[in-house]
């Protein structure tokens, strides 16, 4: 609470005096953060900032867990649909594009267009721990700026669900502008701050995830920082199936668990009966899980849909052009 006291706390992008929204626990460290958010611009931002020397804390290597292959792969498979799509509407349509993949993960999506004959690079600053494939491609581990691409280099970028880990991503996105081609493409995806998920749930929202996620955007927000990065949006979409529907259901079982995101990493292989056992996680929470998760899935299906057409999705997806 010292911290909502203090309240001099000022936007990222505008300036503004942020405005204190409410506090949130990380389920992995148990810390607690405050939520703020710019009344000017609505970009919200968690405090205090998370210190690089405790990464380790938040980011344990269990916190990637182990994905099902099925799950890595619809992702995936809707992510090349998407480039695809959008690289068949380039004027210069030549068969071999070029992409990066800003916090690529294990490097499965662009292991994909890349053995569909695309030039692909990724960076990666995290350690995926013990569970992650080896990358069939190269994988740049710094800081976007540190890697050394080549001016205009790349047809697209993309940043699926890494601008929201970024403390400085206005940086990213200069450079990432001074790496892409003339006319060249950004697909940035993040969860949406102003989605019903996020307002509804706040902190029981799945994708709110601090500290973690550092800022937190919407359209407003992310027009302007890509602006000041000589971005403009050219195509908005909430339509992201995977994230914005689990986002919705386990906010819901959120809201009944004391243990947050259980279905989540249970699924992904992070916890399991053992771990009922050792005490770490209570029977009743998987129980709770278990029963809810059905009618929490039919009900999710339901506001999904809605959100959708409402434009108040749980993630949005922008894609911006170099001005
Ligand atoms: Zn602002």
């Known amino acids: 609470m ?5 309240n001099n706390h ?3 992008i505008c300036g503004g005096a942020l405005g204190f929204l409410f506090m949130a626990k990380d389920y992995i460290s148990s810390e607690t953060f405050s939520l703020y958010q710019c009344p000017v611009c609505s970009l919200a931002e968690i405090k205090p900032s998370p210190k690089l020397a405790d990464f380790a804390k938040y980011y344990p290597k269990l916190y990637y867990g182990k994905r099902k292959s099925f799950t890595d792969s619809l992702i995936n498979n809707g992510r090349r649909r998407k480039i695809k799509k959008i690289a068949a509407s380039f004027k210069n349509n030549a068969d071999k594009k ?3 993949d800003v916090g690529c993960g ?6 994909l267009l890349a053995a569909d004959g695309w030039q692909v690079a990724g960076t990666e600053m ?3 721990g013990s569970h992650s494939k080896p990358a069939l491609v190269n994988i740049c581990r710094q800081e976007l700026i540190d890697c050394g691409f080549n001016e205009a ?3 697209i970028i993309t940043m699926w669900h890494s601008l929201e880990h970024l403390a400085e991503p206005l940086s990213y996105l200069k450079e990432a502008g001074r790496i892409l081609k003339k006319q060249g493409m950004l697909l940035v995806e993040v969860p949406n701050f102003n989605s019903w998920q996020s307002v509804i749930f706040k902190d029981n929202w799945f994708h709110l995830d601090v500290p973690r996620h550092i800022f937190h955007y919407d359209k407003k927000s992310l027009a302007l920082i890509l ?3 000589d971005f403009k949006i050219v195509k908005v979409s909430y339509n992201s199936l995977i994230y914005g529907l689990f986002g919705l259901i386990q906010s819901c079982l959120n809201v009944f668990c004391q243990r947050k995101n259980l279905l989540f990493d249970w699924l992904n292989g992070k916890v399991g009966l053992a771990d009922i056992k050792a005490g770490s996680v209570g029977a009743g929470d998987f ?4 029963i809810l998760a059905i009618p929490a899935s039919i009900f999710s299906l339901l506001i999904f849909a809605l959100e959708v057409i409402f434009k108040r999705g749980g993630v949005i997806t922008v894609w911006a052009r170099r001005e």
């Not at 010292?2 to 203090?6: F, M």
Request: charged fraction near 20%; charge should be negative; glycine fraction near 10%.
């Open 10 to 12: 000022f936007c990222y």
């Open 227 to 229: 602006e000041k990065a």
């Open 106 to 111: 294990d490097g499965g999506f662009i292991s």
């Open 287 to 290: 129980i709770i899980t278990f």
């Open 2 to 6: 010292e911290d909502q006291a203090l």
């Open 153 to 155: 280099g790349f047809d």
């Open 126 to 128: 995290a350690s995926l």
């Open 98 to 100: 070029s992409l990066l």
